[in-house]
């Protein structure tokens, strides 16, 4: 994710980032996939050097202006962008695309739709050779559309809205920790959402969309968007696909079909998930705070019992 402080909009920033992640990382073997953030003013001179780096920086984010956390840099206007995005086509980089508008006047539960209508329809027309990726989808909508677009256009989905919807964030008070962007939405969607999951379509696949905030940026009167749910996403979706009995579409929904799309071989590593529950930690240590996890003091039902 390049939604940093500052934005990581250069090869140069992506690369150092990169650097930064893999110092960091002291228990498991990760390759970074590095990503620019797309805003109004990248070249297509810039999408060259990216895509000519080594290790290749391998796709751009969209985040349209004022649409998510740290968005304020991103993209006001989808024709700003298109001769980086054409270029993007040429050299096979992906663009990620976060499927909101921002737009005041459109409703937070009608964004998702309003972008498929106004920007990524007419956009797949126009540039039809761009792998595009819509990430963590919170719609019917969204589903409908993905089925029925070429190829090239597939989309993530998170855990949490595989296995919520917005009841959890308004019923019996506002839970912050449930607040994310998109918003979770009504149960219809959410039902659209877990059955395309496990279809066995290779159009889906996971994205987490973990967010790290800490806790008192969550708990206030301005809560921060995000949901952290890197402390056991693997399990969770194993809850989700347990529910729909479809374990069996487990695997190539986590490991194999965002490879397929990514032009990468899958990862030869693997994990052994059992059905044993256990309990969340209220908190996990986050540098000076602590952050609140998914199902923070309650219990999820699978386990991670062996890696390889």
């Keep these: 994710m390049p939604n940093l402080k500052p934005p990581?909009?250069?090869?140069?920033?992506?690369?150092?980032?990169?650097?930064?992640?893999?110092?960091?990382?002291?228990s498991h073997a990760i390759e970074p996939l590095m990503t620019l953030y797309l805003t109004d003013q990248t070249t297509p001179e810039e999408i060259r050097?990216?895509?000519?780096?080594?290790?290749?920086?391998?796709?751009?984010?969209?985040?349209?202006?004022?649409?998510?956390?740290?968005?304020?840099?991103?993209v006001t206007d989808i024709q700003n962008v298109y001769p980086a995005l054409r270029e993007m086509a040429k050299v096979n980089m992906l663009l990620l695309i976060h499927s909101e508008v921002a737009t005041p006047s459109v409703d937070i539960f009608d964004r998702e739709r309003t972008f498929i209508q106004q920007i990524i329809t007419p956009l797949v027309a126009d540039i039809s050779d761009l792998q595009i990726v819509m990430e963590h989808i919170s719609t019917?909508?969204?589903?409908?559309?993905?089925?029925?677009?070429?190829?090239?256009?597939?989309?993530?989905?998170?855990?949490?809205?595989?296995?919520?919807?917005?009841?959890?964030?308004?019923?019996?008070?506002v839970k912050p920790h449930f607040y994310c962007l998109p918003i979770l939405k009504r149960e219809t969607h959410r039902e659209a959402l877990i059955?395309?999951?496990?279809?066995?379509?290779?159009?889906?696949?996971?994205?987490?969309?973990?967010?790290?905030?800490?806790?008192?940026?969550?708990?206030?009167?301005?809560?921060?968007a995000g949901v952290y749910t890197a402390h056991a996403a693997v399990e969770l979706y194993a809850?989700?696909?347990?529910?729909?009995?479809?374990?069996?579409?487990?695997?190539?929904?986590?490991?194999?079909?965002?490879?397929?799309?990514?032009?990468?071989?899958?990862?030869?590593?693997?994990?052994?998930?059992e059905k044993k529950a256990w309990t969340v930690p209220s908190t996990y240590q986050f540098g000076d705070s602590t952050v609140t996890p998914l199902r923070a003091g309650e219990t999820i039902a699978w386990s991670i019992v062996e890696r390889s």
Excluded: W
């Design 195 to 224: 059955e395309a999951a496990t279809s066995g379509s290779s159009k889906f696949f996971l994205g987490t969309d973990s967010a790290p905030h800490a806790t008192p940026t969550k708990e206030n009167a301005c809560g921060c």
């Design 8 to 26: 990581v909009t250069t090869t140069e920033m992506a690369l150092a980032y990169r650097e930064r992640i893999l110092s960091s990382n002291k």
């Design 140 to 173: 019917k909508d969204a589903v409908d559309y993905v089925l029925g677009a070429p190829p090239n256009v597939r989309a993530t989905m998170t855990c949490h809205h595989l296995l919520y919807n917005r009841n959890a964030l308004l019923v019996g008070g």
């Design 239 to 273: 809850e989700a696909f347990d529910q729909m009995g479809a374990l069996d579409k487990l695997e190539a929904f986590c490991s194999k079909n965002g490879a397929e799309h990514y032009g990468l071989s899958p990862s030869t590593r693997t994990m052994t998930l």
């Design 49 to 74: 050097k990216a895509a000519a780096a080594t290790p290749k920086i391998v796709a751009c984010k969209y985040y349209p202006a004022g649409a998510t956390t740290n968005s304020q840099f991103g």
